[in-house]
C-alpha cells in the first residue's frame, strides 16, 4: 500500500469531522486539476504563505478570505435587482488585503495555465487585475456592475440571472406531483436525508422568525443534503423547500450552511472583532462588502450551531471558466471586471471594526513595491499548488486516501 504523502495528511487533517460521503466527493473533486484542488485547500495555500512577509503587514480592510474566479457570480438581491459580486465569505475575517490580492492571482496563474495560455498570458491577465484594482482604488468610490451598463461576459451573465423566472429555478430542484412539490433527490445537487434530521428541519423551519416575513413563510414543505462548493463540501448543508408566498409556483428553496471557523483567522493569528458568533462574521461582512446582499441572508441556530440563511442561488450563475478556453479576450475582460468588484468591496469596509480609512489604502495601493510584490508571490504560490496538487493525485489515484 503506498504510503501517504505529508500533503494528503494536510488536507485529511483539515477535513476532519466532514460528513463521509460529502467528503469522499470532495477528495473526487479536487482531484481534477491543480485549479479545482486550489479552490478546495484554501487552508493549504495559506499555509505556504508567510505571515512575515511584508505584504500581510499591508492595510487591513475586510476580506473575502478565499477570493477566486469561482467566488464571483450573479445573484439577486433583497430588492430583486441582479447584481455581479462576490458571492462567498465563509473565509471573511478582518485581515490584510493582499490575502485576497496574492490569491486571486494565484487562481488566474492556474487557471489560465488550465486553459491553455501561456505563461506569459496568464501574466498578462493577472496585472490587467491589478492595474484594474488599483485604478478603482484609487477612484475611492464603490460602485458594482451595472445590469444595464454591464457588457460581454457579465452582460450575459446578468440577462440570464434576470430572465430566469421563479419556477424555472423551483423545477430545477424540485418536481410537482398532485399539485404539491418536493425537493429533486438527484445524488448531484442534493442528496437525501434521514427521517429523523428531516424532522428537526421541519421543526426548525416551522419556528423560525426573520424580521419583516411572514411566519407562513418558512413552513417547511421538503429538506435535503445540498452538495455544492469545493472548500465547503463536507460541512453541513442543507436545502428548503418551504411555503414562501404560496404553494405549488410561490415556494422558496433555502440555502443552510454551517458556518466554520476562518481559516485565515486561523493563519494570521490576529485578533478580530467581537464576532458574536461565525455565523455572524460572515454574514455581516457579506452585507457589508456587497453592493447588495442576497435575499433573507441571515444568521441561524440549528441544533445548539451557527449557520448562515439565505436564498439558495444557482452555481449556473457563476462565469464558467471551462467557456474562455482560446478566448484570451474574454478571460481578461473577465478578470478585469472582478478587480473592480473586489476594489469596490474592499473600499465598502473601510472604517468598519478597525479596518484601514479609504486613504490609507489608497495611499498603500498607490505604491509600486506592493504590486511587484504580490505577483511574484502569487506566481511562486501557484507553483507550489501544482507541485501539490500531483502529489495528492498520485495518493489519489493509488488508492491510499480511501485506505485512511
Known amino acids: 500500500m503506498r504510503r501517504i504523502s505529508k500533503i494528503s495528511r494536510q488536507i485529511l487533517a483539515q477535513n476532519s469531522g466532514r460528513d463521509p460521503d460529502r467528503l469522499k466527493l470532495k477528495l473526487a473533486l479536487i482531484r481534477h486539476d491543480p485549479f479545482a484542488f486550489f479552490r478546495g485547500t484554501n487552508p493549504l495555500f495559506l499555509s505556504s504563505l508567510s505571515r512575515m512577509h511584508f505584504l ?55 487557471a489560465a495555465r488550465e486553459l491553455g495560455f501561456s505563461r506569459a498570458q496568464g501574466r498578462k491577465f493577472v496585472k490587467r487585475f491589478r492595474v484594474e484594482y488599483v485604478r478603482s482604488i484609487g477612484s475611492g468610490k464603490p460602485r458594482w456592475i451595472e445590469r444595464s451598463l454591464a457588457q460581454g461576459v457579465f452582460r450575459d451573465l446578468l440577462r440570464r440571472a434576470m430572465r430566469r423566472s421563479r419556477r424555472a429555478l423551483l423545477n430545477r430542484y424540485t418536481k410537482t406531483k398532485n399539485g404539491s412539490r418536493r425537493l429533486r433527490i438527484d445524488g448531484k445537487r442534493v442528496l437525501a436525508i ?5 424532522e428537526r428541519l421541519r421543526e426548525f423551519s416551522n419556528r423560525l422568525r426573520v424580521p419583516s416575513t411572514d ?130 468591496a474592499h473600499l465598502r469596509s473601510c472604517g468598519h471594526d478597525g479596518t484601514a480609512s479609504v486613504e490609507d489604502l489608497q495611499a498603500y495601493v498607490s505604491g509600486k513595491r506592493w504590486a511587484r510584490a504580490a505577483e511574484r508571490l502569487s506566481a511562486s504560490s501557484a507553483d507550489d499548488i501544482r507541485h501539490a496538487w500531483r502529489t495528492y493525485a498520485k495518493d489519489y489515484d493509488a488508492g491510499a486516501l480511501a485506505a485512511t
Open 215 to 344: 411566519r407562513r413563510f418558512f413552513r417547511f414543505i421538503d429538506a435535503g443534503r445540498r452538495v455544492a462548493g469545493n472548500g465547503s463540501l463536507g460541512l453541513e448543508r442543507f436545502v428548503l423547500l418551504v411555503r414562501g408566498r404560496g404553494s405549488p409556483d410561490q415556494n422558496f428553496v433555502l440555502d443552510l450552511k454551517f458556518a466554520a471557523p476562518s481559516a485565515v483567522v486561523h493563519w494570521l493569528r490576529r485578533s478580530q472583532p467581537g464576532w458574536q458568533d461565525e455565523a455572524v462574521r460572515v454574514t455581516r461582512i457579506q452585507r457589508t462588502m456587497q453592493a447588495i446582499a442576497p435575499a433573507l441572508l441571515h444568521a441561524v441556530v440549528y441544533r445548539g450551531q451557527h449557520f448562515i440563511l439565505k436564498e439558495l442561488q444557482p452555481s449556473i450563475d457563476r462565469l464558467d471558466t471551462a467557456q474562455w478556453r482560446k478566448k484570451p479576450r474574454r478571460f481578461e475582460q473577465a478578470v478585469a471586471g472582478m478587480g473592480r468588484v473586489a476594489a469596490w
Open 56 to 110: 500581510f503587514r499591508a492595510p487591513s480592510t475586510y476580506v473575502c478570505g478565499d477570493l477566486h474566479l469561482e467566488n464571483f457570480g450573479a445573484y439577486k438581491g433583497d430588492n430583486r435587482l441582479c447584481y455581479f459580486d462576490i458571492n462567498d465569505f465563509d473565509e471573511a475575517c478582518l485581515a490584510p488585503f493582499t490575502i485576497d490580492i496574492v490569491r486571486f492571482m494565484a487562481g488566474v496563474d492556474l
Open 194 to 198: 434521514g427521517a429523523l434530521d428531516k
